[in-house]
């Protein structure tokens, strides 16, 4: 999933100042599962910008929504009727959010409250790794699994570098280093020797690199 | 047993501190409570195991969030007591209540209609 | 021949080959390259000149690797894939080789949180072993990485770093066989004090037939101090210094630390010469190149050979 952190709260209420009415919206999807855009986090950041305002004697005018998800334009369309009522919309997805807000309502402010991180998963209650980085063109399968791209610094295809020390990698001693790892694990599978290929340079079109993406499924469009 | 605490004190019962939402806690500070403090078990005493380290964990929250919004992180408290002490928990309620006095009220007004 | 170098020819005659090392100043100052190279002179087949060496920003290896050139000294042109992508590796590449630099050593760079711009966005378009091939493919098949023709291909002497004390240890000298495999005609390694794991390395090495395939250099750094030895074993990753040396360091008088360094360096040297597969050392000297000679004398390395 994607995963996010809330922005500091000083961020948010100098985006929102002078603002009177304002609606934090939250999001179903990912950043409910992660804990940083769902129902219930709309309560505390709602919460907290009213103290904030109150603390400032000022109208403590925000209002509290979740939608299904900010990244699909039918469940946007819920806000139809209420979006323009606003001076400020506070959404709390991941980058898509805001961004689709604003596409539909064009006339309403619309403000990031969370910073998208990653694309990773929990390993534990409250803690998230990054996985993936999106590169358009999977090869895990080479690397026993685990994704030289998304996981080692400086994304080698052909790793360890000489910075691996102890299982960690050269940038921090809480980085594990994920060549390391692939060298651990391609070996307990008895398939270390696949790991003499040399990969060649990757192709980073399918990437970021190539531009923004689109993706159009024929048969689903209507 | 009947112990004297201050009257100004609100107690919200719950079955085990671990219950309690960073929600409840930001809600009170939104009504104008002037200090919170969570009351839970001895750490190692929960009926619920960790309760009460939870508990502490959210009360650790809500302070940063009140010194992000310039208010004292005192305000808000975890205090640890058994159930069998009553005293201790009498105590607890006057030692908050005056530092809390000591603070001065909180800078957001009470609500209106209270 | 692949580029004429000196040190390809010194290395392909068989003598025992002695590289160097400079980093370019944190400014444009040409004088500060000169007077470093003239140390360096006539002591050495060819100087290593870094690029922006631990992600801290200096002036561009191949300027002060031209500097070195019309000094009379031949450089060793470093190029981390940090900084740079295909496209610029590439045009450095054949800018560096018509500016008359004929050696260049492939190297996946520190990473830039180490250095002094830690906020900057990082490339790593290709990686060491990536461009090692796009070298070789580039010198040999006179092509670009886009199979396209080049309208004059460089000839180059290419190089590669291995260090033998990273981990996993037991994969080091499969990974070192990669960048063999994927054009290295030459290695230099990682600064050694860990002489025992040196030989198991350079053992694996041979057993692999490596040796034959390429030429190893090892790297030598002469310890200036036991606050550089600690250091060194602290805070630099990848690097392994047993605590005999520290000791070692420790036994002397603070004043006399930089010769007992020096002395262990020579050693090491001695040891080198007599071990199968070692073809050469390099002599990083690191802000101590007015040194350099003392170890390289000392390990009876001076005069260099002549080259017909």
Known sequence: MIIGDSKPLEEILEMIEGRDKVLVLGCRGCVTVCNVGGEKEVGILASALRIARKKEGQPPSVEEMTIERQCDPEYIEELAEVAEEYDAIVSIACGVGPQFVSERYPLVAVFPGINTTFMGGATEHGVWVERCQSCGNCLVHNFGGLCPIARCSKSLMNGPCGGSASGNCEISKDVPCVWHQIVDKMAAMGRLQELETVWPNKNWLTSRDGGPRTRVREDLKQ | ?114 | ?308
Not at chain 2, 106 to 114: D, G, I, K, M, T
Not at chain 3, 172 to 189: E, N, S, Y
Not at chain 3, 259 to 272: D, N, R, S
């Open chain 3, 1 to 308: 021949m692949k580029a004429g170098s000196n040190l390809e020819k010194m290395l392909t005659a068989g003598h025992f080959a002695v590289t160097g090392e400079l980093g370019p100043p944190q400014g444009n100052d040409a004088e500060e390259v000169r007077h470093k190279a003239s140390y360096l002179k006539g002591i050495v087949e060819s100087v290593n000149i870094t690029d922006n060496q631990t992600a801290v920003v200096r002036m561009a290896s191949w300027a002060a690797c031209k500097i070195l050139i019309d000094e009379g000294l031949e450089p060793n042109y470093q190029m981390v894939c940090r900084d740079r992508n295909r496209l610029a590796l590439m045009a450095d590449i054949l800018g560096a080789t018509a500016l008359g630099i004929k050696n260049v050593l492939c190297l996946s760079g520190d990473h830039q949180r180490f250095g002094d711009h830690p906020e900057g966005k990082n490339v790593y378009d290709l990686d060491s072993v990536q461009l090692l091939a796009t070298f070789k493919k580039m010198r040999d098949e006179k092509k670009f990485l886009n199979d396209k023709d080049l309208e004059g291909a460089p000839e180059l002497f290419i190089g590669a770093a291995s260090n033998p004390f990273a981990d996993p240890f037991e994969y080091r000298v499969h990974r070192l066989a990669k960048k063999i495999a994927a054009g290295a005609d030459f290695i230099q390694t990682q600064c050694i004090y860990n002489m025992d794991k040196f030989r198991e390395f350079m053992k694996q090495t041979v057993d692999m037939g490596l040796h034959e395939k390429c030429y190893i250099l090892a790297g030598i750094t002469p310890m200036k101090s036991v606050g550089m030895a600690n250091y060194m074993a602290k805070f630099v990753p990848g690097m392994d210094v047993p605590a005999e040396i520290v000791q070692r360091l420790k036994g002397v008088d603070k004043k006399d630390q930089g010769a007992e360094g020096i002395k262990i360096a020579i050693e090491q040297i001695e040891e080198m010469k007599e071990m199968e597969g070692v073809a050469g050392v390099h002599v990083m000297a690191i802000e101590w190149e007015h040194r350099a000679k003392e170890v390289i004398e000392g390990a009876g390395l001076l005069p260099r050979p002549t080259l017909d």
């Open chain 2, 1 to 114: 047993m009947r112990l004297q605490y201050p009257t100004n004190v609100r107690v919200i019962q719950l079955p085990c501190s671990g219950r309690v939402d960073i929600l409840h806690l930001l809600r009170a500070f939104e009504d104008g409570a002037d200090g919170v403090y969570v009351a839970g078990c001895m750490e190692g005493d929960c009926h619920f195991l960790t309760g009460n380290l939870k508990a502490a964990r959210k009360v650790e929250y809500v302070k940063t969030v009140l010194s992000e919004l310039g208010i004292e992180p005192e305000r808000m408290e975890m205090f640890n007591m058994s159930s069998a002490e009553g005293p201790r928990f009498a105590e607890v309620a006057q030692e908050f209540t005056q530092a809390i006095k000591e603070l001065g009220p909180s800078p957001v007004p009470a609500a209106q209609a209270a």
